[in-house]
Structure formats: C-alpha cells, structure tokens
C-alpha cells in the first residue's frame, strides 16, 4: 500500500508540473499575441502617417472627428447627400447615415458661431459637413455622364453639365474631406423657417455667389448676417457659395479622409 501511495503521488506531482508547463506556454503565447497586436497598430499608424505626407485618401481613421451634434446640440441638421434631394438625385457614396462630422477644432469653432446667432433669434442647420473623398469621386463620376440630367431643372437650369467641372463647381478634390469644411444656413426660431438666402444651398450657377448683386436686399443682409457669425469664430467663406465655410486653422489641410458616415 506504501508503494502504492508512492507511485500516485509521483504522478500527481508529473500531472501538475505538465499543467503549469501548459500555463506558461499559454501566457507566453498572449505575451506574443499582444506584442504582434503593437506590431500590427504600429504598421497601421505608419501608414496612417505616410498617408498624411503623402496627401493620400487612403486615412480611415475618424481619430481627431466628432459627432457635430454632440458638440453643438442646438444644430439642425438635413444631410442632403444622404438623401435623393441633391444635385445628383440619389444617394451619395459613404453617406450610410444622416451624421454630420467635424474635426474637434472646428466643431469647437462651430460651437462658438451657434452660441452667437441664438442670441440673434436664429439656429444653425447643415447640409454637409465632412465628406468622404469616396463621395467625392461619385461626384466625378456623375459629372462625367451628359446623359444624367434628373436634377437639371431643379440645381443647374442655366448651365450646361459638361461645364460643371470647367466652371469649378465640381473637383477632384474637396476641402470638406480634410474635415473642417461645413455648408450650412440660418434658421429663424420666430417664424420657424429657413431665412431667406436667395438661392437654394446646392444651387450651381452665379445666384449663388455671396455677393451676387441680383438679390433683394433683405437676402443680402441675411447672407451677411450668417458670414460674418462665421467669420468671427474663425472660419473663411468662399466667392462662389454663401454657404461654405472652411476653418482658417483647419488641423489637417493637406489631408483628404475617406471613412464613411455611419
């Protein structure tokens, strides 16, 4: 029974040393895993980086983005490239979703702006604001097709489509993909109506230009009214669309975003 008992015992001992064996070459195994996981973000972040230098599309990235709602609550939003109400009639590529995203920087800076017209009786409302360059090439793409005229009438009546992209109203490339680019208009609390612009956001032709010598008065003044908010906190505008804005200091100027709104 002694020697018996003995030999249990050796094996008892040999099974538990076999077991802590295992453990160890199981912890060593996360060990590697985990350090293969830093190898493997380390070659994302230097991609991520030579996209940069490289002024690439190819960033997914949204670090450094934030929901626009979140930051300004107060903000009305009507993605339009979400919806068929556009220029081109359908549906945007990498609009999955109505969400308006900025940088930090700029969603700080729009904060600022929508603080100030509030106290004027107005609230902001945007139509667009980060633009994934994928949205952008479908722009291209649709430019580049005579045939489709669905929206003719109703954005571009007085110009010929071939002519959208000599003319500049559509690029290759587009500061809303750098992320600190909005387009947006006021909302008049008082008669709960968007104020009067004098021409539709979206709207291709010269009635669009801020200082377009064809609108009322009244139009002009509102035009100014939503520039000059902007210009405030930080933003320029630009001659040919009253309402587009892009954030002077804007982080990532040479840098075109590509990852979807979702």
């Excluded at 709207?203 to 509102?222: F, I, M, R």
């Amino acid at each position: 029974m002694n020697f018996r008992n003995f030999i249990y015992g050796f094996i008892a001992l040999a099974v538990c040393g076999l077991v802590m064996s295992c453990n160890g070459n199981v912890k060593q195994a996360n060990v590697d895993s985990n350090e293969e996981a830093v190898a493997v973000d380390s070659s994302v972040q230097v991609v991520a980086d030579e996209a940069v230098v490289n002024k690439s599309a190819s960033n997914d990235g949204k670090e450094g983005f934030v929901v626009v709602t979140d930051v300004v609550p107060d903000v009305i939003l009507e993605i339009r490239y979400f919806s068929t109400f556009n220029f081109m009639g359908v549906r945007v590529d990498g609009y999955n979703a109505p969400i308006a995203y900025l940088t930090k920087e700029a969603a700080d800076s729009l904060k600022a702006v929508s603080d100030d017209v509030k106290a004027m009786g107005y609230r902001l409302k945007i139509f667009d604001a980060y633009r994934p360059q994928c949205a952008v090439d479908h722009f291209v793409r649709w430019s580049q097709v005579p045939s489709d005229t669905l929206t003719k009438q109703y954005f571009y009546p007085d110009i010929e489509k071939p002519r959208l992209f000599e003319e500049g109203y559509i690029a290759k490339k587009s500061r809303h993909s750098c992320g600190s680019t909005i387009d947006l208009t006021l909302f008049d609390m008082k008669t709960e109506k968007e104020v009067d612009m004098g021409s539709p956001f979206d709207w291709l032709g010269e009635e669009s230009h801020p200082d377009y010598a064809g609108v009322t008065a009244e139009q002009h003044k509102n035009r100014m009214i939503l520039r000059e908010a902007m210009v405030r906190h930080g933003f320029r505008g630009i001659s040919t669309e009253w309402w587009h804005f892009v954030l002077k200091n804007e982080p990532y100027p040479d840098t075109y975003f590509n990852f979807p709104i979702e």
